[in-house]
Structure formats: C-alpha cells, structure tokens
C-alpha cells in the first residue's frame, strides 16, 4: 500500500514540498494585543489533557518544518467521541452546521456516535461498537467541525444555539461557514477579550510536537525523529507497552486484528494512547497511525487544510515525517481526526 493510494478524496498530496510556505502567520503571540487567558477550561463537559511543548526558537528540520519562536501545549491525545459527543449535546440540538455526520453512527470501521430526535432536539449517544468506543479518536470531521470545536473550547464549553457565543466565534470567525477558504485564527478572543487559548495547530506547531527531540537518540544534541514515536526505525503495530509502535498496517495486517481481511461491521481504531510506549517526545501520543489529524498549515485563509500522520488503513510511510498532504477543509472521512493547541502552561 502507498502514500497516494489510501486517501480517498484528498485533493493534493505533496511529499517535500510545502504547499504555502513553512512559517506560522497564525501564532499565540499576541499577548501584546490582548490580555493573556490560563487556558484552563473550568467547564463541566469535557477534561482535554495537554503536553508542554518548550525549546522555544528551536531550528526547522531539513525539509523546513519545525521551527516555532513560542512555547505552547499540545493535546496529549486526538479528541475523542466522548469528548465530541458531550459537544454535540452542548450545542447541535439543531446542528445547523452539519457537526454531526451520519457515517459518525453507521461506518463500523471507526463509528462511534448515535443522533436520535428530532431538529431542535437531537441528542448524541456514544455507541458500543465492539467494545466501549467513548475513548477512541472521532472521525468525520472536517476543518470547520475542528474549528468549531476549538472555538467551544475557547469559549469554555458553552451550551445553547450555535453563535458567536458558541460556535461560530472565539478561535476562529466562522460566521456560519461549512466550506470555500478555511479562515485565520483570530488574534483575540473576540468573546472573552483575552488570547485564543484552544486552536487547530499550525503545521509546524503539529511537526515539532511530533518529531523533534532535544536530545535526539539520547545525546545532548537536539533533533528530529522520523516517526513519532521517537524512532527511526520501521514501527510495529501491535497494541501495548512496546515501544515504537502505531495503528498502522504492518505488511499486510491491521492493527487491531492482527488479520489481513477488512471487515465491513469491525471497529479498527484503538482507544486513544493505547500503544503506551510510543510517546514523542514531549508526550503525545497517536500523531502516527489511527487518523490523519488536521493543521493549518501555515494559518493563512487557503482553500485547502494540511492533514499528517498516517491512519489505520495505511502503511507505516505515510506516518513519517517527510509526507504530507493537503485537502479541501470540508472533507470528511474515516480516515481524519483532530488534536488541539492551547497556550502555554
């Protein structure tokens, strides 16, 4: 299996060459604009742990990507469909931007959320798809779902109709879009007057949480890994505490079966960080293999988002470091999911 080969609807996939350039217009400095939030989210619905990702100013790799001037966190996992569905109950009781798609409770390769009701009064139940699926990663979402997610992060999880208290500002000035130009992040949170403390990362943001190391293959030298797990070396994909591995196909198999033959009504996706000794270096887990996740590539409006890492239905080279795609920001499949930023802790 190859690269190009296993990503049904991606509408250009680029291999060393950056789309729109390497650098991060779209960066939580703005602490000289507005006010500095904690990034503590102290709503009730949803926990999102993060890693600390330091070395500030750290060099790029040789393909360019990498370098960020400013600390942050990155979330240790993707969101995952507990997390997504305790969203959709708090704000898609209409689901007027189409956060809900119906593949979310029928694809049993990956689902994991069932609608129920009625427009303005729809409710979202986490399903038993060959086992509890609440902490496995959510798939199906496109750019603006991620985005409206994160903005519902940094507006600490409100409840209600789906507007700029909500949805449709915070992070991200939505205003009701679901395709055309994915848009830049905000500078300021417009609903708090406060920076953006949850955002869809920049792909250097993404890269560097992945593959970079400060001390790379345990020297005193920092570097860039090829996968991240902070390995070079080919990963398996067996569940578990061994190191190096990832929910990929390795020669012929699936991750979670073990077994060659896809299966219409099987689950294929693992429970977040259950390859427990596959962490980068900072602490993420899952940034190869399971789901490709979004960036936003340099944060510029562009008719296209970047996605990275390789999901369960691909081979092991898709997760390295030197692959990468861009797709059209309304896509959504069983092959992508999402992690969030957040500012510094």
């Known amino acids: 299996m190859t690269w190009n080969r296993q990503i049904a609807g991606f509408v250009v996939c680029l291999l060393g060459i950056s789309l729109v350039g390497c650098g991060d217009s779209s960066s939580p400095s703005s602490a000289s604009v507005c006010p500095q939030g904690n990034g503590i989210v102290s709503g009730r619905l949803v926990s999102y742990p993060v890693v600390s990702v330091d070395d500030p100013g750290n060099s790029s790799d040789t393909n360019q990507f990498g ?19 305790a969203f959709l109950n708090a704000v898609a009781k209409t689901d007027a931007y189409d956060l809900y798609h119906p593949n979310m409770g029928t694809d049993m390769n990956s689902a994991g959320i069932e609608r129920s009701g009625n427009p303005g009064n729809y409710r979202y139940t ?13 798939a199906y979402v496109t750019w603006f779902n991620a985005a409206r997610f994160a903005n519902w992060m940094a507006n600490n999880q409100p409840e209600g109709v789906q507007d700029a208290r909500t949805t449709e500002e915070g992070a991200y000035p939505l205003k009701g879009a679901v395709s055309g130009n ?16 949850f955002w869809i990362p920049t792909e250097n943001e993404w890269y560097k949480a992945a593959y970079y190391s400060r001390h790379y293959e345990s020297t005193s ?9 902070q390995s ?21 198999n699936f991750s979670v079966t073990q077994n060659a033959t896809l299966y219409a009504t099987q689950n294929y996706l693992t429970d977040v960080g259950a390859y427990t000794g596959s962490a980068s270096y900072y602490g993420t ?41 861009a797709v059209t920001p309304e896509h959504a499949g069983n092959d992508i999911g999402f992690r969030l930023s957040s500012i510094a802790r």
């Not at 030298?221 to 797990?229: D, F, H, K």
């Open 126 to 138: 986490v399903l038993n798809n060959g086992g509890d699926s609440a902490n496995r990663p959510i």
């Open 285 to 325: 887990f899952d940034q190869n293999g399971g789901l490709y996740q979004w960036n936003d590539l340099d944060g510029k409006p562009f008719p296209y988002r970047g996605v990275r890492g390789s999901f369960w239905f691909a081979g092991a080279q898709a997760a390295q470091s030197i692959n990468f795609a």
């Open 182 to 197: 994915a848009v830049s992040k905000n500078l300021c949170n417009p609903n708090t007057g406060q920076t953006i403390t």
């Open 67 to 85: 370098a960020v001037p400013y600390k942050f966190s990155m979330g240790k996992f993707n969101v995952t469909i507990a997390q997504y569905a």
């Open 232 to 252: 070079n070396a080919s990963p398996g994909n067996v569940v578990g505490g061994s190191p190096n591995q990832m929910n990929v196909i390795v020669g012929v």
């Open 221 to 229: 030298q920092p570097g860039y890994y090829l996968y991240a797990t």
